[in-house]
């Protein structure tokens, strides 16, 4: 695997890591040996902290109240998956090394260590700087807006790979839309059996849904202007 095409201006390390935790469903909790994993448990405070709502009887809720205070005492590892169907679907993890003390009837989880690995490689986030940090705008509606592109509108999918270059599209099988951010949208280019993605930058950034209409808008009319169409390669069985 690895980038089709020159990689555009997207989000930053920070801004990418809280827009994974903004819109993880579950997460995974690593404490005093053992692993548990949380599903639609947990809740993120305005600065990166993590309220998890976990049963009072539970080891874990025990095991943070006994902890040393202040120290390193657990790991919450979250997944970033995109929302249409491609090979290699986990796009990022995010793993958060922290502890945990009572907030309520919840636990709150404190990071003292942010690591952010993508497929260009894995990022240690200063403290500072993550909690300073906002998630995309356009993170929450992602899912909505890449799964309706590419179940809608798969002709428009298609009109844009005139936007590729040639040499990215080579034994081409299948596109797919893979992310979309205010920066821009991230193609997923398969093959028989090796895939790479392509990023289409917007010509500014779009900061809520009405705006990233106009820029899809503007991509589909720069690649209308391309003669070029997809060239598909079919697989052997595929007609």
């Known amino acids: 695997m690895g980038d089709t095409q020159d990689w555009a201006a997207g989000p930053g390390a920070a801004e990418r890591a809280r827009s994974v935790l903004a819109t993880a469903w579950s997460c995974a909790v690593t404490a005093e040996g053992a692993r548990e994993e949380y599903v639609g448990a947990h809740a993120v405070t305005g600065d990166g902290g993590v309220l998890l709502d976990v049963p009072e009887d539970s080891a874990l809720f025990a095991a943070a109240l006994c902890a040393p205070r202040g120290e390193p005492t657990a790991v ?15 796009r990022a993890r995010l793993w958060l090394a ?3 003390s009572r907030r309520g009837a919840r ?11 993508q497929p260009s490689g894995a990022v240690l986030i200063e403290l500072e700087e ?6 995309d705008p356009l993170a ?5 807006l890449l799964t309706h592109l590419a179940d809608s509108h798969p002709d428009a999918v298609e009109r844009l ?4 270059r040639p040499e990215s599209l080579h034994a081409v099988t299948r596109v797919a839309p893979l992310a979309v951010d205010r920066h821009g949208l991230t193609l997923r280019i ?3 059996r090796a895939h790479g993605d392509v990023r289409l930058a917007f010509h500014t950034p779009a900061d809520d849904v009405s705006q990233l209409t106009e820029r899809m808008h503007a991509l589909l009319t720069q690649a209308a202007a391309c003669p070029r169409a997809l060239q598909r390669h079919h697989a052997d069985g595929d007609r």
């Open 130 to 135: 993550f909690a300073a940090a906002r998630p």
């Open 98 to 100: 922290g502890f945990f």
């Open 107 to 117: 636990l709150l989880f404190r990071p003292t260590r942010v690591v952010l690995r």
């Open 140 to 144: 929450t509606a992602e899912a909505q």
């Open 161 to 164: 790979t005139r936007l590729v």
């Open 76 to 90: 919450l590892e979250f997944a970033d998956v995109a929302p249409v169907p491609v090979r290699q679907r986990i």
């Open 190 to 192: 398969e093959r028989t």
